[in-house]
């Protein structure tokens, strides 16, 4: 019982009274009480809208339910607003959407339709535009990439489709797009595999170092704790100028 | 000028100015006796009008005289006669004495600042070089010394028993020369500036020529003259001098290789020069520090890197220096054979690092005969002119050691030439011309030492021995062995030493119990059974391939083997390693037969050819299963220099015309490319693991570090191989990724997760 109060209560945040009478209600089963909480406390019509699109246990939208769900909010797979809608609602993978969170992220900012949500997702890809705020964005597509639980580097040539998605999306200037697509180059030429540290700091180095000064990388320092690919990123290019 | 050198002539025989003073002294009795008698009988004494007209001549003669002398007159009569005629004036009357001195003095003064000290004035307002100035200085100086101890001579009675006497008057010489020290040389006169100055020009000139004739007069005159430093000589000496080699020092330092020596040289001969012309000794010891800061101690650094090379090939040069630095301390407050030990490590590194480079294979005999006869003979001069000093040969050793384990590719050199070393020696010891077993040891283990890395050369070593143990006839199994020991107490027990002696132990076993097993009677049938953890890897397996009419003896052997043995049942054999197969098998050509020394896959293919004289290369990769590549390999060296099998357009024919001169042939088939890759990779992977565990004991300790720290950190207390900062990042984000550290937000800091 009282492990399944402890979950109820990590599930919702709620306290340990409020777990007991839920559990209570629902013969101690805990899926039913997690369902019964959220469903009371969140807005029917949002609920129907999640209930259109879920699987039959109905607790997460799948891969099909998430097509259907992103032609009706008109947003293209290949868009980088499915990207926005997936960190918005805490996407664990590709095209799973988990039930509490699609919920509780909705509810937060009180829409419970698709008219409204497509609005939103609009309002958000505007604001995500700027370099500075995005690397939010970036950082949490690594974890969203991975497939496996114990799963440390993703493929270089996804990874690449990925960055060719968000940097576009960005509109940097020529120039820096100009390295950019040479960095991409590189890992080709590399064929290796990236684990998440060289990842997120590629997106460092987009800002610190290529931003600054496109053509002469300035702001590079070897002795700085770049990682190892960036720094043969740098004598790459040395090599080929 | 004349009568000065005929003065000798009026000297009575037996009577010289010497005897008279010798006469008189000691002082202590003419001050005890003499001066008493008289002071006793003055209030007694009655002068008579007589008397004192009897005076009055000897009182002209000697005035006469005086003027005689200062102005260079021949004297009318002789030496004692004066002298004479002064003691009876004096004895005459106290105060006649008194009135005489007086005199005396008077003249001396008068004829000094008419005569002497405006000749000095001329010479010193004309332009005159130095040279012919010193000369004309030293004349007028003579000439006047000369009077006054002419003067001295008549007036000796006077000189001693008054003068001297006196508590406050002069003797003739102090008197004398302290007007021309006074008037002429005294410090900051206008006379004595111009004079020392044109003596130090020449001074100048001779500690750059060595002309020190001229200089010995003056410099002597000068230093008697300074006996109470009026002339402050050795300060403004010492300046001037110092000033003088500061700045022919450049100019010499043009020439490393002599710069020491002349120094030395140049030093020694002011010294000796000063020593000859009477400097006290304060004054040289002064002077040689200083001038020893200045020529080598001040820029020793600097000094000694250019000039170690030189004055490493002579003996007395280093010896001295070695001797000087270890004064350093004493003399200047600082330490200067630090930096003779640094510039001495900095030599043989650069030295050593050059051998390497220069290091050609096929025109020198081996690198390591070389390198050791360097560590041999920078170790003797160690022993013969640093006295065997710890520091040096400690850091001789450092140097050895950061020449051979800071650059990955003269690493990799030593390690391959130590390899190849042990290889042409250790079976020739039986050979005259060649190096005995200590000899050959001890240069391997000088040179072994200094590698960091020893565990790396392990594993190159390993597949060295194992190609002699297993390919070689005429192997030195006991040298082997010895050798093997000495390594082992070096690097004591780690996985891969460990298989050095387990090689050694599978060999034995071997032989003992698979050596010509009679249970195959087909032919001669003997194995080696190799444990694979310790011999090197083997190249890529061939699986599942048609061993055809081999494979019922292997599988008889595999069967006998697991059976002798309850612990061997699990093992797995593996014949894969084909360059360790020896099958002699005889082939029947046109010509004859001909035993051909093959491994087991060549035989294979020959013996398939023993069914049908053609196949077509397809049919032989089903019939084979060998691999593709493979196959083509075991074809091309049944094809190429021995042409057992012709191969054209993918059909494979037996050549039943093959001839050669030899009727045994031992058929190579070339090494594969990469079985040196497989070292270099078990290298590598020792070595980051190596890297990992070590960043992870400075994490441990540490737990929050920038990166950059921690790469520093890494690489000063690397003992072991050469590695690059790109080994060692690739290292930490290994360790990232696999989340034993973490990236702080600030993303330069790397945190340990416990």
């Given at each position: 019982?009282?492990?399944?109060?402890?979950?109820?209560?990590?599930?919702?945040?709620?306290?340990?009274?409020?777990a007991?009478?839920?559990?209570?209600?629902?013969?101690?089963h805990?899926?039913?009480?997690?369902?019964?909480y959220?469903n009371?406390?969140?807005d029917?019509?949002?609920?129907?809208?999640?209930e259109?699109?879920c699987?039959?246990?109905?607790?997460?939208?799948?891969?099909?339910?998430?097509?259907?769900y992103?032609?009706?909010?008109g947003?293209?797979?290949?868009?980088i607003?499915?990207?926005?809608?997936?960190?918005?609602?805490?996407?664990?993978?590709?095209?799973?959407?988990?039930?509490?969170?699609?919920?509780?992220?909705?509810?937060?900012?009180?829409?419970?339709?698709?008219?409204d949500?497509?609005?939103?997702?609009?309002?958000?890809?505007?604001?995500?535009?700027?370099l500075?705020r995005?690397?939010?964005i970036?950082?949490?597509?690594?974890?969203f990439?991975?497939?496996?639980?114990?799963?440390?580097?993703?493929n270089?040539?996804?990874?690449?489709?990925?960055?060719?998605?968000m940097?576009?999306?960005?509109?940097?200037?020529?120039?820096?797009?100009?390295?950019?697509?040479?960095?991409?180059?590189?890992?080709?030429?590399?064929?290796?595999?990236?684990n998440?540290?060289?990842?997120?700091?590629?997106?460092?180095?987009?800002k610190?170092?290529?931003?600054?000064?496109?053509?002469?990388?300035?702001g590079?320092?070897?002795?700085?704790?770049?990682?190892?690919?960036?720094?043969?990123?740098?004598?790459?290019?040395?090599?080929?100028? | 000028?004349?009568?000065?050198?005929?003065?000798?002539?009026?000297?009575?025989?037996?009577?010289?100015?010497?005897?008279?003073?010798s006469h008189?002294?000691?002082?202590?009795?003419?001050?005890?006796?003499?001066?008493?008698?008289?002071?006793?009988?003055?209030?007694n004494r009655?002068?008579?009008?007589?008397?004192l007209t009897?005076?009055?001549?000897?009182?002209?003669?000697?005035h006469?005289?005086?003027?005689?002398?200062?102005?260079?007159?021949?004297?009318?009569n002789?030496y004692?006669?004066?002298?004479?005629?002064?003691?009876?004036?004096?004895?005459?009357?106290h105060?006649?004495?008194?009135?005489?001195?007086?005199?005396?003095?008077d003249?001396i003064e008068?004829?000094?600042?008419?005569?002497?000290?405006?000749?000095?004035?001329?010479?010193?307002?004309?332009?005159l070089?130095?040279?012919?100035?010193?000369?004309?200085?030293?004349?007028i100086?003579q000439?006047?010394?000369?009077?006054l101890?002419?003067l001295?001579?008549?007036?000796?009675?006077?000189d001693?028993?008054?003068?001297?006497?006196?508590?406050?008057?002069?003797?003739?010489?102090?008197?004398?020369?302290?007007?021309?020290?006074?008037?002429?040389l005294?410090?900051?006169?206008e006379?004595?500036?111009?004079?020392?100055?044109?003596?130090?020009?020449?001074?100048?000139q001779?500690?750059?020529q060595?002309?020190?004739?001229?200089?010995?007069?003056?410099?002597?005159i000068?230093?008697?003259?300074?006996?109470?430093?009026?002339?402050?000589?050795?300060?403004?000496?010492?300046?001037s001098?110092?000033?003088?080699y500061?700045?022919?020092?450049?100019?010499w330092?043009?020439?490393?290789?002599?710069?020491i020596?002349?120094?030395?040289?140049?030093v020694?001969?002011?010294?000796?020069?000063?020593?000859?012309?009477?400097?006290?000794n304060?004054?040289?010891?002064?002077?040689?520090?200083?001038?020893?800061?200045?020529?080598?101690?001040?820029?020793?650094n600097?000094?000694?890197?250019?000039?170690?090379?030189?004055?490493?090939?002579?003996?007395?040069?280093?010896?001295?220096?070695?001797?000087?630095?270890?004064?350093t301390?004493?003399?200047?407050?600082?330490?200067s054979?630090?930096?003779?030990?640094f510039?001495?490590?900095?030599?043989?590194?650069?030295?050593?690092?050059?051998?390497?480079?220069?290091?050609?294979?096929?025109?020198?005999?081996?690198?390591?005969?070389?390198?050791?006869?360097?560590?041999?003979?920078?170790?003797?001069i160690?022993?013969?002119?640093f006295?065997?000093?710890?520091?040096f040969?400690l850091?001789?050793?450092?140097?050895?050691?950061?020449?051979?384990?800071?650059?990955?590719?003269?690493?990799?050199?030593?390690?391959?030439?130590?390899?190849?070393f042990?290889?042409?020696?250790?079976?020739?010891?039986?050979?005259?011309s060649?190096?005995?077993?200590?000899?050959?040891l001890e240069?391997?283990?000088?040179?072994?030492?200094?590698?960091?890395?020893?565990?790396?050369?392990?594993?190159?070593?390993?597949r060295?021995?194992?190609?002699?143990?297993?390919?070689?006839?005429?192997?030195n199994?006991d040298?082997?062995?010895?050798?093997?020991?000495k390594?082992?107490?070096?690097?004591?027990?780690?996985?891969?030493?460990?298989?050095?002696?387990?090689?050694?132990?599978?060999?034995e076993?071997?032989?003992?119990?698979?050596h010509?097993?009679?249970?195959?009677?087909?032919?001669?049938?003997s194995?080696?059974?190799?444990?694979?953890k310790?011999?090197?890897?083997?190249?890529?397996?061939?699986?599942?391939i048609?061993?055809?009419?081999?494979?019922?003896?292997?599988?008889?052997?595999?069967?006998?083997?697991?059976?002798?043995?309850?612990?061997?049942?699990?093992?797995?054999l593996?014949?894969?390693?084909?360059?360790?197969?020896?099958?002699?098998?005889?082939?029947?050509?046109?010509?004859?037969?001909?035993?051909?020394?093959v491994?087991?896959?060549?035989a294979?293919i020959i013996?398939?050819f023993?069914?049908q004289?053609?196949?077509?290369?397809?049919?032989?990769?089903?019939?084979?299963?060998?691999?593709?590549?493979?196959?083509?390999?075991?074809?091309?060296?049944?094809?190429?220099?021995?042409k057992?099998?012709?191969?054209?357009?993918?059909?494979?024919?037996?050549?039943?015309?093959?001839?050669?001169?030899?009727?045994?042939?031992?058929?190579?088939m070339?090494?594969?490319?990469?079985?040196?890759?497989?070292?270099?990779?078990?290298?590598?992977?020792n070595?980051?693991?190596e890297?990992?565990?070590?960043l992870?004991?400075?994490?441990?300790?540490?737990?929050?570090?920038?990166?950059?720290?921690?790469?520093?950190?890494?690489?000063?207390?690397?003992?072991r191989?050469?590695?690059?900062i790109?080994?060692?990042?690739?290292?930490?984000?290994?360790?990232?990724?696999?989340e034993?550290?973490?990236?702080?937000?600030?993303?330069?800091?790397?945190?340990?997760?416990?």
């Amino acid at each position: 019982m009282n492990t399944l109060v402890n979950d109820f209560m990590a599930v919702t945040g709620t306290n340990r009274s409020m777990a007991t009478k839920y559990l209570k209600d629902n013969n101690n089963h805990l899926q039913d009480a997690i369902n019964d909480y959220l469903n009371r406390k969140q807005d029917p019509k949002l609920i129907k809208v999640f209930e259109k699109y879920c699987e039959s246990d109905m607790s997460t939208i799948e891969v099909n339910g998430t097509m259907n769900y992103l032609e009706d909010l008109g947003i293209e797979p290949e868009d980088i607003r499915s990207l926005i809608l997936s960190y918005f609602l805490d996407s664990s993978s590709m095209g799973v959407f988990q039930r509490e969170k699609f919920l509780n992220n909705w509810n937060k900012e009180k829409i419970n339709n698709i008219t409204d949500m497509k609005t939103f997702i609009d309002k958000l890809h505007d604001q995500y535009k700027d370099l500075e705020r995005f690397q939010e964005i970036y950082e949490f597509v690594f974890g969203f990439l991975l497939e496996q639980p114990n799963q440390k580097l993703i493929n270089y040539e996804i990874i690449i489709d990925y960055w060719k998605l968000m940097f576009e999306f960005l509109e940097l200037p020529d120039k820096v797009n100009a390295r950019i697509s040479q960095w991409y180059e590189f890992i080709e030429s590399q064929g290796k595999h990236l684990n998440r540290d060289t990842y997120v700091m590629w997106y460092e180095f987009v800002k610190e170092v290529i931003m600054e000064d496109a053509e002469g990388l300035g702001g590079y320092d070897e002795m700085s704790s770049w990682p190892s690919m960036v720094d043969e990123y740098v004598e790459y290019l040395a090599i080929d100028q | 000028m004349g009568s000065v050198n005929e003065i000798p002539t009026h000297l009575p025989p037996g009577v010289t100015p010497e005897s008279i003073q010798s006469h008189l002294s000691p002082r202590s009795r003419s001050l005890s006796n003499f001066p008493q008698d008289v002071k006793r009988a003055k209030p007694n004494r009655i002068t008579s009008e007589h008397s004192l007209t009897q005076l009055e001549s000897p009182k002209k003669e000697v005035h006469e005289v005086i003027e005689d002398i200062l102005n260079n007159r021949p004297l009318k009569n002789g030496y004692q006669y004066y002298y004479s005629k002064v003691e009876s004036i004096c004895k005459f009357k106290h105060s006649e004495q008194s009135l005489l001195s007086e005199y005396l003095k008077d003249r001396i003064e008068s004829s000094f600042y008419t005569t002497t000290k405006p000749n000095i004035e001329t010479i010193s307002n004309s332009d005159l070089m130095a040279a012919e100035f010193i000369t004309r200085f030293l004349q007028i100086y003579q000439d006047w010394e000369n009077k006054l101890l002419l003067l001295r001579k008549i007036f000796l009675y006077i000189d001693r028993n008054y003068l001297l006497q006196h508590p406050t008057k002069k003797v003739i010489l102090e008197l004398g020369l302290g007007l021309f020290i006074d008037n002429i040389l005294t410090d900051s006169t206008e006379l004595s500036t111009i004079i020392i100055n044109k003596y130090l020009h020449i001074l100048q000139q001779f500690i750059q020529q060595d002309s020190e004739s001229e200089l010995i007069p003056i410099t002597k005159i000068l230093i008697k003259l300074n006996f109470d430093n009026s002339i402050k000589l050795n300060e403004k000496l010492i300046s001037s001098i110092c000033k003088d080699y500061e700045a022919f020092k450049n100019e010499w330092f043009k020439n490393p290789d002599s710069y020491i020596h002349l120094c030395l040289l140049k030093v020694s001969k002011i010294i000796t020069f000063f020593k000859n012309c009477g400097q006290s000794n304060e004054f040289l010891q002064k002077l040689l520090i200083k001038l020893r800061w200045i020529m080598i101690f001040q820029d020793f650094n600097d000094i000694i890197q250019n000039c170690l090379p030189y004055i490493l090939k002579q003996p007395q040069q280093i010896k001295t220096i070695y001797g000087f630095c270890n004064n350093t301390m004493r003399d200047y407050s600082l330490d200067s054979s630090k930096i003779l030990v640094f510039q001495w490590g900095k030599l043989i590194l650069d030295e050593v690092v050059k051998t390497i480079n220069g290091f050609d294979d096929n025109k020198s005999n081996n690198l390591i005969i070389t390198l050791n006869s360097s560590s041999i003979y920078y170790n003797s001069i160690i022993e013969q002119f640093f006295e065997n000093d710890n520091k040096f040969s400690l850091e001789a050793r450092n140097s050895f050691g950061k020449a051979l384990n800071s650059n990955k590719k003269i690493n990799n050199q030593i390690i391959s030439q130590l390899c190849k070393f042990i290889d042409s020696n250790i079976k020739n010891f039986n050979k005259k011309s060649s190096l005995n077993f200590n000899e050959f040891l001890e240069v391997f283990l000088t040179i072994f030492k200094y590698l960091n890395n020893k565990n790396d050369f392990v594993v190159i070593f390993k597949r060295e021995l194992s190609r002699r143990l297993l390919l070689n006839k005429n192997t030195n199994i006991d040298s082997e062995k010895l050798l093997v020991e000495k390594i082992m107490e070096i690097i004591g027990e780690t996985d891969d030493s460990v298989g050095l002696n387990i090689m050694f132990k599978d060999l034995e076993l071997s032989k003992l119990k698979y050596h010509k097993l009679d249970f195959i009677k087909e032919f001669e049938f003997s194995t080696l059974v190799l444990d694979k953890k310790h011999w090197p890897e083997i190249p890529k397996q061939q699986n599942d391939i048609n061993l055809n009419y081999f494979k019922p003896f292997l599988d008889k052997f595999d069967e006998y083997y697991k059976n002798s043995d309850e612990k061997l049942k699990n093992h797995k054999l593996n014949w894969d390693n084909y360059s360790l197969h020896q099958l002699t098998i005889i082939g029947r050509f046109k010509s004859g037969e001909y035993e051909l020394l093959v491994n087991l896959y060549q035989a294979i293919i020959i013996n398939l050819f023993d069914e049908q004289d053609q196949w077509e290369f397809n049919n032989l990769v089903q019939e084979t299963k060998f691999d593709i590549k493979f196959l083509k390999r075991v074809i091309n060296s049944l094809s190429d220099k021995y042409k057992i099998l012709i191969e054209q357009d993918q059909i494979i024919t037996f050549n039943e015309n093959f001839t050669d001169k030899s009727k045994k042939l031992k058929i190579p088939m070339l090494r594969d490319k990469d079985s040196n890759v497989i070292e270099d990779k078990v290298i590598q992977r020792n070595r980051n693991n190596e890297i990992r565990s070590h960043l992870i004991k400075i994490m441990k300790i540490e737990t929050k570090l920038p990166m950059m720290e921690l790469i520093n950190k890494l690489l000063v207390n690397n003992k072991r191989g050469p590695i690059s900062i790109q080994d060692i990042k690739q290292n930490i984000e290994y360790l990232i990724t696999n989340e034993f550290l973490t990236r702080d937000n600030d993303g330069t800091t790397l945190i340990y997760i416990p």
